[in-house]
């Protein structure tokens, strides 16, 4: 069975049982929150400059046509207006940094939208446990900032760290770039404030690590995009900040070259790895292209790894480093690499890495996916997928070609590769060509179709690539038990969205599409 997110019927929502906003409702919120920025209105009066921002996604791929923006300042306040929402059947979309790449943080009709820019503090912090609690609305490096002075580091870190939000981090499970040193936000969140749709407030903010005493409910809330409640307080477990930071740079010949490289690293830094990315020469040209930056090395290559390592000796660190460098350059596992030297230098190079989103953009768009596969096919699908373009003729220097390039990059750690097809703008051919062929190509390989960022819009339809019949009904019964109003509503042709700042569009029934139909493995 194949899916298509253009086959989804978008129907007027308002004349299937759903209330109009009108100058009632809005009044309430003002009462509530004041008539200040807390509330912009665009139901009494025009708004739209002021909304703009609210319904277009940070990829300007999904636009939602919202006249209400309500902003809380406390959890409390957050209980009264989703209590309200709730009783008067008023759907809503939260929206924080807005920062995600699946449309899950943007309206899909004119729901309320519910920023947590106002839920912004940073609640206490323990040094000596290094346990963390902070609002849902923090900004990650705003965070991370704070613990730098603290002696201690967020065990989280992502190239859209200035705006992203800590709710919104914790709600789709992200990665990034210190997965492999730190683990996942399974393991280090340990406990959630959350605002269930009907307003209850759940007070599971412990800062405990043991907790045994009956069902580990936050883990719901994590990784779950919203779908069940809103964060709005997190506790989290910080480690130590490492005093010593070392980071090589180097290319390599093939894909193979790669997988022995990160063999060796794990093997030979151990305890003080904790960061390996993979660029292909593509994704560096392109940044090269942008950007008119020196290389940091001399020739090109296929592909590049970056890696980092944290420990608490520096001299020790740049020693065990500059082996392995030796070792793997004498081995001709590596044909080329860099130390740096000092902080300028490890910023530099991780430019290189963290640029790469920002420089995709440059042509006019930019198809993105976040996908697991085992490690040993990571990169193929790269290669298939810009066979499968250049065969259809979309890949080409002038405009008549709506591809400019395919290209992959990730975190060779997670075996999360970055799929990436920068484009001239979006073109209906090239989303043909990718779709469904992308999540085939990863189901066939028992991977994931979604790694980072959860499924938003763009992968509701497909979540039966990487989950069973079994698992999607007990999804399902799980949803409808948090949120027993939404579904109850709802008809067959529903699309669900998530938020990348902790919560979801609570009058879509997130999994409803895919109880009539089969799974299309």
């Given at each position: ?14 004349t299937?049982?759903w ?11 003002k ?16 708004a ?19 006249k ?8 409390e ?5 989703l ?7 008023l ?16 309206p ?24 963390l609690?902070?609002?849902?609305g ?17 065990p989280?870190?992502?190239?859209a760290?200035g ?27 340990l ?32 990784g ?7 964060i ?25 070259q790669?997988?022995r490289?990160?063999?060796?690293a ?25 950007t ?10 296929p ?8 420990g608490?000796?520096s001299?020790?660190?740049?020693a065990k ?8 350059m ?10 740096a ?17 920002e420089c ?10 976040d ?8 990169y ?13 003729g ?7 070609h ?16 970055h799929l990436?097809?920068?484009t ?5 051919a ?11 190509w ?16 763009q ?13 999607i009904?007990?999804m ?12 109850s ?6 699309v ?6 902790g919560?979801?569009?609570w ?7 895919y ?7």
């Amino acid at each position: 069975m194949k899916y298509c997110l253009h086959c989804i019927l978008l129907f007027d929502r308002h004349t299937n049982g759903w209330p109009q906003l009108n100058t009632d409702h809005v009044q309430f919120f003002k009462d509530l929150l004041g008539t200040g920025s807390a509330v912009i209105d665009g139901v009494s009066a025009d708004a739209s400059a002021d909304l703009e921002p609210f319904n277009s996604d940070w990829m300007r791929k999904y636009k939602g046509r919202t006249k209400l923006v309500i902003k809380p300042g406390s959890t409390e306040e957050l209980s009264k207006a989703l209590k309200y929402c709730n009783d008067n059947m008023l759907a809503v979309v939260p929206q924080g940094g807005n920062s995600g790449l699946v449309g899950g943080s943007v309206p899909v009709y004119d729901e309320i939208v519910i920023s947590t820019s106002r839920m912004n503090q940073i609640r206490s912090f323990d040094p000596v446990s290094g346990t963390l609690v902070v609002d849902a609305g923090c900004v990650l490096e705003t965070v991370d900032q704070f613990l730098a002075d603290q002696g201690h580091i967020f065990p989280l870190d992502l190239g859209a760290k200035g705006s992203c939000q800590i709710g919104g981090n914790v709600a789709t499970n992200a990665g990034g770039l210190r997965l492999l040193r730190y683990g996942s936000l399974h393991g280090n969140v340990l406990g959630l404030e959350v605002v269930l749709p009907d307003g209850t407030i759940m007070d599971d903010l412990t800062t405990l690590r043991k907790n045994n005493t009956g069902y580990d409910l936050k883990q719901l809330f994590i990784g779950g995009e919203g779908t069940l409640g809103m964060i709005t307080g997190v506790s989290l477990l910080c480690p130590r900040r490492s005093p010593a930071v070392n980071v090589a740079f180097f290319g390599l010949e093939s894909f193979e070259q790669v997988q022995r490289a990160y063999r060796e690293a794990k093997g030979q830094l151990s305890e003080i790895l904790s960061a390996f990315e993979l660029m292909d020469g593509r994704s560096q040209d392109l940044v090269h292209e942008v950007t008119k930056k020196k290389r940091p090395l001399e020739g090109r290559h296929p592909f590049y790894c970056l890696i980092e390592t944290s420990g608490s000796n520096s001299e020790h660190d740049s020693a065990k480093l500059e082996s392995f460098l030796e070792h793997v350059m004498g081995e001709e596992i590596v044909a080329d690499g860099v130390l740096a030297q000092d902080e300028t230098q490890m910023q530099s190079l991780w430019s290189w890495r963290e640029g790469i989103t920002e420089c995709l953009g440059h042509w006019g768009g930019v198809y993105k996916y976040d996908v697991s596969i085992p490690l040993t096919q990571l990169y193929d699908l790269v290669e298939d997928t810009r066979a499968r373009l250049t065969s259809a003729g979309l890949v080409g220097e002038g405009p008549e070609h709506p591809v400019v390039a395919v290209l992959g990059y990730g975190h060779m750690g997670d075996s999360n590769l970055h799929l990436n097809i920068a484009t001239r703008g979006f073109d209906k051919a090239v989303e043909e060509n990718l779709e469904p062929f992308v999540y085939e190509w990863i189901a066939q390989r028992n991977g994931s179709i979604s790694a980072e960022h959860g499924l938003g819009l763009q992968k509701k339809p497909y979540i039966g690539y990487s989950r069973s019949e079994t698992m999607i009904r007990l999804m399902k019964q799980v949803k409808n038990l948090f949120d027993p109003v939404g579904p109850s509503l709802l008809p067959i042709w529903s699309v669900s969205t998530t938020s990348t700042n902790g919560c979801a569009a609570w009058y879509y029934e997130p999994l409803q599409v895919y109880m009539n139909h089969p799974a299309p493995h």
